[in-house]
């Protein structure tokens, strides 16, 4: 079976730190480009971060840069989001996206189930 599977979500106090892990089975993440994505109720769909299949480039979304890491082990198949001095509109499911790229152009995209973060006191 491919999949991707999100752990590590959950109910954390403003200020306080989560780092959500990505595994995949079925496939390996090595060629792939890795995002993680969230989604608010009532909200868009947005990328958080990025990494390359390599990992020598990131990116992020405005808002939290400085906050989150993304990191990937290929040799475990696994991609992690460490997530530091969440605040409450950080809540959202969070969703793991492998996106292996050829020339330019997605040949094949697998999501996790998502994982809920709730930040709150």
């Known amino acids: 079976q491919l999949q991707l599977v999100e752990s590590g979500g959950g109910l954390v106090q403003p200020g306080g730190f989560l780092r959500l892990s990505c595994a995949a089975s079925?496939?390996?993440?090595?060629?792939?480009?890795m995002n993680w994505y969230r989604q608010a109720p009532g909200n868009e769909r947005e990328l958080v971060a990025g990494?390359?299949?390599?990992?020598?480039?990131?990116n992020y979304a405005d808002s939290v840069k400085g906050r989150f890491t993304i990191s990937r082990d290929n040799a475990k198949n696994t991609v992690y989001l460490q997530m530091n001095s969440l605040k409450p509109e950080d809540t959202a499911v969070y969703y793991c996206?492998?996106?292996?790229?050829?020339?330019?152009?997605?040949?094949?995209?697998?999501w996790g189930q998502g994982t809920q973060v709730t930040v709150s006191s």
């Open positions: 996206n492998a996106n292996k790229v050829v020339a330019g152009l997605s040949v094949l995209n697998y």
């Open positions: 079925g496939f390996t993440l090595s060629r792939y480009v």
């Open positions: 990494i390359t299949s390599a990992g020598g480039s990131t």
